[in-house]
DNA sequence: GGCCCTCTTTGACCCAGATCAAGCGCGCGA
DNA sequence: TCGCGCGCTTGATCTGGGTCAAAGAGGGCC
């Protein structure tokens, strides 16, 4: 397995693409230079492991760019992803000793680490801090609840359309275009890892996304270049509330 | 539909029966006098909604004793159960306008209650109640990733007793006995509630529960009062990791 | 250019859990 | 005291998605 590669950081918190969505977010200038203190850059590659569950930490970090994976796994196997990381999400949690879960780099990826004790008395002291997180938290916690219900409830094709509903959202908000009308994206995942996602079998996830296609809901180049012709009618094949669809 | 009744304080914070494990868990005597300007009782009948997904919250609150269900529900009925609420459970999210989930009483309940604004207010300038928020919350997340295991990837076997694992413990940690050995209780569900948590039909509760009755994992007096000859066995059952199963 | 490896698609068959349908039993109100 | 209703159990049957199997489709490396 390759070794990632600690590198010093390319650039300053000022111009960093996730400063305003981040738990830096609200931080004000001398905070951020308290942060960069203890701040530093990793590189992992596409595959490779964050950390594994039962790991100890010693850093809390943020997505820069790229995407990972949280996921848990049973003895016999079988895994379920409980999390899908994407730039700006919080990784880690202050307090806690051990990883609760294997945090895995599906594309090539940048994440900003603080040094875990240094980052903890720091938020004792930047409310700024413990409120921005606060907030993702409970933001990560209506996800979580909204992924029991499609979980839980859901046939697999509306666990499909509600995934790439998921998807083309976050990648409208990441790029700041509305997410309505027609919309185009890469799938950051293979389908083995939608699978683990939605609770189904790669085959069947392979099964529903033809059938999607066959209906014209989406369109396909390649194996992961999709295009969405209509926004509310995916909505619609993922049974969600029929409202405009608007993001958090 | 019975109106409840809002009812004066029965107790002072004091000797209230969970304030070491609620919101105001860390706060000093002086913050415990602020909370207590904005709150008030509220007493719910079992059955009764508190809030219905989408009405504006004027209150956040604690859970004083009974037990609530967050739920979720699509158009066509069908509902996912995404939390349950026991004694100093924190009910609300400071932040937001309207409820995002349907809240109901299961059993009698009775409510701490905060008027929302003066909270939120209280929650800037109270570190301690931001910090235990904070706490909770992530032990929320924690709890949601790990039912997002037991729906996506259990079996009808594993999800009952992957439940009946969570309420016994609960019940344990809320006695403070061990949950480890024999342990009694009651079961605070209907079937149909149960079904809703797990993702199930409560014919398959019913049918999952009567086999674990056959295979003297459980023994039932009546419908709802529970006995674990053993509870590792049960954990077994649950497909948990088979360590020593110790409660946060 | 050819080979191999990983990701994906598709087909055939099977089974866990859903659905449909009776019936039981306990508690409550008349 | 009766009977009604709700929560629960159990049986019979159906089916969505899992399992097993085979083969296409890139893409990178020699």
Redesign the pocket.
Known sequence: MLQDENVKSPQECADCPIRHRAVCARCEADELEALEQVKYYRNFEA?QTVIWSGDTMDFVGSVVSGIATLTQTMEDGRTQMVGLLLPSDFVGRPGREGAAYDVVATTDMVMCCFRKKPFEQLMEKTPHIAQRLLEMTLDELDAAREWMLVLGR??????IASLLTIIARRDATLNLRPAEGALVFD?P?????M?DYL????????????ALKRDGIIH?E???HVTIPDFSRLMEEAGDDSDGGMLA
């Open positions: 595959g859901k046939t697999a094709r509306e666990k799938l995942l293979t389908r083995e890892a699978a609770g189904l079998t790669l085959e069947t996830v392979s099964r529903q996304i033809s396909l390649g194996k992961r």
